[in-house]
C-alpha cells in the first residue's frame, strides 16, 4: 500500500489536532473519512483538505458518544475497502470541580473519554485483526499518568482509555497490524482555550499531528507527544505523596 492510497478515517475529525494530522495525510495523497459531530465544521475540513491534496475527503456526521460503534465503523471500512489508520481523536475536558459535586458530570466525561472511545477501539482493533494490517492511533493525556487534584476525573478517563490501547497493541502486534497510544502534553486547541498562560511546554497542534502520523507508521506502542513529557511524568510520577500531596497540580 503506498501513502498516496492510504485509507484513514479519524473519530473527532474536528479536533484541533486531528485536523493537524489530516493536513498531513491529505497533502500524502491519502483518502479520509472524518467523523464528527458538527456537520459544518465537517463540511468545511473536508473541502480544505481536498484542496490540500487529499484524494479523497469525505465525512460522516455523528456523536461518536452515542454511536453504534461498530455498526458503523463497518460501513465506513466497507465503503472504503479496507482501512490502513484509524485515528480516534475525539474527547472532552469537563470541568473538574463540577465533576466532583455532580456524579452526573463525571460519568458524562467517563463515557465521552473512555467508554465510546473503547468501544470505537475494540471494533477498530476487530477489522486490523481481520484485515492483519493497519494501525488504530488512539490519543490519550499525558493527565492519565498520575492522579491529580486539578484534573483526576478527565485524567482516569484517559488513564483507562491508555490501558485498553496498550493491550489492544499487544494483541494485534500478533496479528500483523498495530495501536499505539498519543500522550499529548499541553497542546494549544479549542480544549485549553481558557488557559490563560501558555509557556515553553504548550505545543501547537501541528506538532503533534506529525507526531500522530510519523506513529502511524512505526514506533509506539506509547508516544509521548512531544518526546520531552515522557521525562516530565517519569518525574511526576516518582514524587512522593508526602511532597506531592503539598501542591495544587
Ligand atoms: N489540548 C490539550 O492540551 C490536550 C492534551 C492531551 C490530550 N488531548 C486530547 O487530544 C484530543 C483532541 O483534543 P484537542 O486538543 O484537539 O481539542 P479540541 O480541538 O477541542 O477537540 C476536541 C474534539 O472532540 C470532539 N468531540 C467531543 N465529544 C464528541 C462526541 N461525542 N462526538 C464527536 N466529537 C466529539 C469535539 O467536537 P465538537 O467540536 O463537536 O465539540 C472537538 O472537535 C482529545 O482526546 C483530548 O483529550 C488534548
Keep these: 500500500m503506498t501513502d498516496a492510497a492510504k485509507r484513514i478515517v479519524i473519530l473527532g475529525a474536528t479536533s484541533a489536532i486531528a485536523e493537524a494530522a489530516a493536513r498531513r495525510w491529505a497533502k500524502a495523497g491519502g483518502r479520509l473519512v472524518l467523523v464528527g459531530r458538527n456537520t459544518e465544521r465537517l463540511e468545511a475540513i473536508a473541502a480544505d483538505l481536498a484542496v490540500r491534496g487529499a484524494a479523497a475527503a469525505?465525512?460522516?456526521?455523528?456523536?461518536?458518544?452515542?454511536?453504534?460503534?461498530?455498526?458503523?465503523l463497518a460501513t465506513i471500512v466497507a465503503d472504503l475497502g479496507g482501512v490502513d489508520v484509524v485515528l480516534v481523536a475525539?474527547?472532552?475536558?469537563?470541568?473538574?470541580?463540577?465533576?466532583?459535586?455532580?456524579?452526573?458530570?463525571a460519568a458524562e466525561v467517563f463515557r465521552t473519554n473512555f467508554t465510546s472511545a473503547a468501544a470505537?477501539?475494540?471494533?477498530?482493533?476487530?477489522?486490523?485483526?481481520?484485515?492483519?494490517?493497519?494501525?488504530?492511533v488512539v490519543i490519550g493525556s499525558v493527565a492519565g499518568d498520575r492522579g491529580r487534584?486539578?484534573?483526576?476525573?478527565?485524567?482516569?478517563?484517559?488513564?483507562g482509555l491508555g490501558v485498553l490501547v496498550q493491550g489492544i497493541a499487544h494483541r494485534l502486534a500478533q496479528q500483523g497490524a498495530r495501536a499505539v497510544l498519543i500522550k499529548p502534553g499541553?497542546?494549544?486547541?479549542?480544549?485549553?482555550?481558557?488557559?490563560?498562560?501558555k509557556?515553553?511546554?504548550?505545543?501547537k497542534p501541528a506538532r503533534i499531528g506529525a507526531i500522530i502520523v510519523k506513529a502511524a507508521d512505526k514506533g509506539g506502542p506509547v508516544v509521548y507527544a512531544p518526546g520531552i513529557w515522557r521525562?516530565?511524568?517519569?518525574?511526576?510520577?516518582?514524587?512522593?505523596?508526602?511532597?506531592f500531596h503539598r501542591t495544587k497540580l
Design 58 to 72: 469525505t465525512f460522516v456526521a455523528l456523536d461518536c458518544a452515542s454511536a453504534d460503534a461498530e455498526a458503523e
Design 149 to 159: 487534584l486539578s484534573n483526576y476525573v478527565y485524567g482516569a478517563s484517559k488513564a
Design 90 to 105: 475525539y474527547g472532552v475536558l469537563g470541568d473538574q470541580r463540577t465533576a466532583e459535586t455532580t456524579p452526573q458530570a
Design 186 to 197: 499541553f497542546v494549544d486547541t479549542p480544549m485549553t482555550a481558557a488557559v490563560a498562560r
Design 231 to 243: 521525562w516530565i511524568m517519569l518525574v511526576i510520577r516518582l514524587v512522593p505523596a508526602s511532597l
Design 199 to 203: 509557556g515553553l511546554l504548550w505545543a
Design 120 to 136: 470505537w477501539c475494540l471494533a477498530a482493533a476487530n477489522v486490523l485483526e481481520r484485515q492483519r494490517s493497519g494501525t488504530l
